[in-house]
């Protein structure tokens, strides 16, 4: 994975961005090539807390690539085959990632995010009924399914937990863009259907970038979504070729672990 570009903020987001956390945060995106026709993952950082308890909202990312595979086992990162030629990997704080060990088919190796959901029925109808998704899969006996926009984008697994869904205390949304006209129409059924709405449509700025109209949503299970609008992402969401010097002198100048040491005492456990 590339980083795509890095944000440093000194107050938490009025759009709950890195979670319901008000001190100094960063952003880093990471991904296989540009957002404009790749799936993205935001990682964010909060200086001041020192881990986060995970729930089963968020089950994994997927990617087909036999040299994710062949990488993992030159650093001897542990592997566990989950099924034949599906190896499962932990990544650092405890997130599932599902390698493939196939020839990457397609110019993005991401296949699929997968959810936990309560009611699987009812989470289909939510994103394929009100979101507009196609369902390309459905297995009832596994209660799963598979959804997306396109057969060339990134794909939404929705599986059932067989129970609540717990979204522990890491935060995390599932982001489209879309053009910012549709913005108001996509608030305005969510208000028709009584669903919830997590941020009415608000402009979110970025200093020196471009301000970008946003609305939140939540689906039956507290998934969050945001649809953003896609004329302002696309010049927020360049790729800048000093990501990597800026994300690697944000990590040098980071010295939150030694002030805490220093003090006796230990980052704050979310």
Not at 171 to 199: H, V, W, Y
Request: proline share 4%; hydrophobic share 35%; charged share 30%.
């Amino acid at each position: 994975l590339q980083v795509l570009r890095h944000e440093e903020f000194e107050e938490g987001c009025k759009a709950t961005c890195n979670g319901p956390y008000d001190g100094k945060w960063s952003k880093t995106m990471v991904g296989y090539g540009p957002e404009d026709n790749h799936f993205v993952a935001e990682l964010t950082y909060n200086y001041g807390i020192g881990e986060y308890r995970l729930g089963n909202d968020f089950l994994g990312i997927t990617l087909v690539s036999s040299q994710a595979v062949s990488n993992a086992k030159k650093m001897g990162w542990p592997l566990k085959e989950v099924s034949s030629g599906v190896f499962e990997a932990e990544a650092p704080g405890g997130y599932k990632f599902y390698l493939e060990d196939k020839k990457q088919h397609k110019q993005d190796p991401v296949w699929k995010v997968t959810l936990g959901v309560s009611d699987l029925q009812k989470s289909v109808s939510y994103w394929s009924g009100l979101l507009g998704m196609k369902i390309y899969e459905k297995d009832e006996q596994r209660q799963r399914a598979l959804l997306g926009y396109a057969e060339n984008q990134c794909m939404l697994e929705l599986k059932a937990v067989g129970g609540a869904v717990d979204h522990g205390t890491a935060f995390g949304r599932i982001a489209f863009s879309c053009p910012k006209e549709e913005l108001p129409d996509i608030e305005a059924l969510m208000k028709k259907e009584n669903q919830k709405i997590l941020t009415p449509l608000v402009s979110l700025d970025t200093p020196g970038k471009a301000t970008v109209q946003v609305v939140i949503l939540a689906d039956p299970d507290g998934h969050e979504i945001c649809f953003v609008g896609d004329e302002a992402f696309r010049e927020l969401s360049k790729v800048d070729p000093d990501g990597d010097k800026l994300l690697d002198d944000a990590m040098a100048a980071d010295n939150s672990d030694k002030w805490f040491a220093d003090r006796n005492m230990k980052k704050v456990s979310a």
